[in-house]
Structures are given as structure tokens and as C-alpha cells.
């Protein structure tokens, strides 16, 4: 039986570990893709408990070893004969205020969540474009849409993604390719805890922020509610299937909320607001 190919980044764990596995139930062939493959226990167990282990290919990818980013995806078209769906998941969150985030940090960030992306996509396109289809769906983040103090590096690498598969969606679209944004809101993964990059100056003792950083990581790790990730999950093996999807899709109560609070309420009070809410 000829099934679609799904191609996802980061897939060793979290949303896009919940990411193969639903697309794989819906009946894809995945190639899920990670920096380390060694890390590949968690995803194995969990598909083979669903049943899906045949159908979730594991292949090393490191998105910003920009040399090896385009064999790595000819080399599963050549396997596979096509490739339709693309998962631009990958990512990590820089914590910091920004007079404690030092350039290089900065880089890093965009490094991964934005040119990390933009060199696996490039990678992809001719294959899509000789295809006439294809969707690629990047996993950005409310924080793509409404900035946060504490995360600004981050919220900027996910507004840099939005901008840029804003003009890509446009640019595609009249060649039957379909660019899609899932803006998630907190949802219980690594991000916030293992994985997390803390600016090296954020807690140092001549940080003029120590205080108000102790002060914003207190409030992420205490008052931050965190979803099911298979939400976000589900939500793109939906998009995925979608003819005409849209541009964006904003995915849970709190992403939500923060939308329309920050769209309605006047700027000022928002100001307040936030200001009051993460305690600096
Ligand atoms: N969880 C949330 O609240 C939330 C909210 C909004 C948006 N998001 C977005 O969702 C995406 C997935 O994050 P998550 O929440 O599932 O966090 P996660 O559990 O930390 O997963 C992140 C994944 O990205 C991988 N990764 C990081 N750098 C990479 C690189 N250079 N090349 C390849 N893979 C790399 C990690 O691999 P390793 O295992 O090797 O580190 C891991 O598999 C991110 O883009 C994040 O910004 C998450």
C-alpha cells in the first residue's frame, strides 16, 4: 500500500514525539528525525505500545549543520519516491532578559528555531514543487504572536519564523504547496525544564535582572499551566490532511486568551497587566 510521507524534526521528544506517532496512526510512513538517535527509547517504546513501530522510520538530523540538512532529505526522498508532509518542530527556549543574553546566546537561538527551519524547508521545496504538493507546518509558539519578557530571544526566533512563512505561504501557495503556523500555547515538555537554555549572565550576581529572573522563573514553574501536548499533536496530523488549510492556527485555552487579551485590551493596562502577572 503507497502511503503519504511525513518528514518531522525533533522527534525524540515531546510534541514532536506525539507528532510521529499520530501521524503514523493516521496512516503515514514518518520519518522521524533527531540530533541523537541514541535518544530514540522513549519514541520506539511509545510506538510500539500504539502498534505504529513499522511505520516510524528514526534517521539523524541536526537542523543547524546546515551541510548535511539537504542529503539528509535527498536521501529519504531517494528511499521513499516523495515526500508531503513536513514538521518544522525542532526547538529549544533561551530564558533570559535581554541585557542578560549575550549575542552568541542570541545566535544560538535563531541558529535552531528560525534558520534550522528555513535550511530544512529549502532542502524540501523542489521536492514539492516538482510534486505540485506538499504541506509544510512549523511549529511556532503564541509567543510567535505576542512577545513575553523573560523569553524575548525565543519569542524573536518565533516571530522571525512567522514572518518568514508568512511570504513563503504566498509564495507557495499558487503551486499547491500549503504553509501552515501552529502557534502553541504551554503544554507539558521539556521545553521548560530539561531542555531549557538559561542565559549564563540571568542569575549571575552582576546581573542588574537576578532578582526579577528568580522572580519570572518562579512564576513559569509555578503558575504556568501546562496542557497534553497530544492536542498539539492531533491538531497537526488534522492540518496535515487539510486541501486548504490556514495560515495559522493558535492551539489551547491559554494561547488563545493571551491573543485576544493582548488584541482588545488597551496596550497600558496590558502593559500592567503582564507586568504584575510574571512578577517584575
Ligand atoms: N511545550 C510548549 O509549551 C511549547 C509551546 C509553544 C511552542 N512549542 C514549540 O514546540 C516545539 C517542540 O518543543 P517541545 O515543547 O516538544 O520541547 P522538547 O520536548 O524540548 O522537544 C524539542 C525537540 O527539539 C529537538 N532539537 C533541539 N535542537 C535541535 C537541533 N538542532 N536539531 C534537531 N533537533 C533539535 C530536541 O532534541 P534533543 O532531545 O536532542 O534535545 C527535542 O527533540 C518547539 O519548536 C517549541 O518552540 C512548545
Redesign the pocket.
Known amino acids: 500500500m503507497d502511503r503519504k510521507i511525513a518528514v518531522i ?9 506525539l507528532t510521529a506517532l499520530e501521524l503514523a496512526r493516521s496512516g503515514y510512513s514518518v520519518v522521524a ?4 538517535p541514541m ?1 530514540r527509547t522513549a519514541l520506539d517504546e511509545a510506538a510500539a505500545k500504539a502498534g505504529v513501530q513499522d511505520r516510524i522510520d528514526v534517521r539523524r ?4 549543520e546546515s551541510a548535511s540538512v539537504a542529503p539528509a532529505i535527498e536521501e529519504i526522498v531517494q528511499h521513499y519516491g516523495r515526500l508531503d508532509v513536513l514538521v518544522n ?5 533561551m530564558a533570559g532578559f535581554a541585557d542578560d543574553v549575550a549575542l552568541e546566546e542570541l545566535r544560538t537561538q535563531f541558529d ?2 528560525f534558520f ?1 527551519h528555513v535550511a530544512v524547508t529549502l532542502a524540501v521545496l523542489p521536492h514539492m514543487r516538482r510534486q505540485q504538493s506538499g504541506h509544510i507546518i512549523m ?5 510567535g504572536r505576542a512577545a513575553h519578557p523573560g523569553i524575548g530571544s ?1 519569542s524573536a526566533s ?1 516571530f522571525a519564523l512567522e514572518g518568514w512563512s508568512e511570504a513563503l505561504r504566498l509564495e507557495m501557495n499558487p503551486l499547491g504547496i500549503r504553509v501552515v503556523l501552529v ?10 525544564e ?2 531549557v537554555h538559561i542565559a549564563s549572565a540571568a542569575f549571575s550576581d552582576g546581573s542588574p535582572n537576578k532578582e526579577r529572573s528568580r522572580r519570572f522563573a518562579e512564576h513559569v514553574k509555578t503558575q504556568v499551566a ?1 496542557g497534553d ?1 497530544r492536542e ?1 499533536a492531533r491538531l497537526i496530523a488534522r492540518v496535515s490532511t487539510m486541501p486548504h488549510p490556514r495560515l495559522r492556527y493558535l492551539v489551547g485555552k491559554d494561547a488563545r486568551l493571551y491573543h485576544w487579551v493582548r488584541l482588545l485590551m488597551p496596550w497600558k493596562r496590558y502593559e500592567k497587566m503582564v507586568a504584575r502577572t510574571v512578577g517584575i
Open positions: 524534526t525533533g522527534a525524540s521528544s515531546g510534541i514532536g514525539l528525525t533527531m540530533r541523537n535518544g538530523l541536526d537542523i543547524t518542530n525542532a526547538g529549544f527556549a535552531t528555531n534550522g511549529v511556532s509558539s503564541i509567543a525565543y518565533k502557534e502553541p500555547g504551554s503544554y507539558e515538555t521539556n521545553i521548560w530539561k531542555n501546562k501536548a498539539v
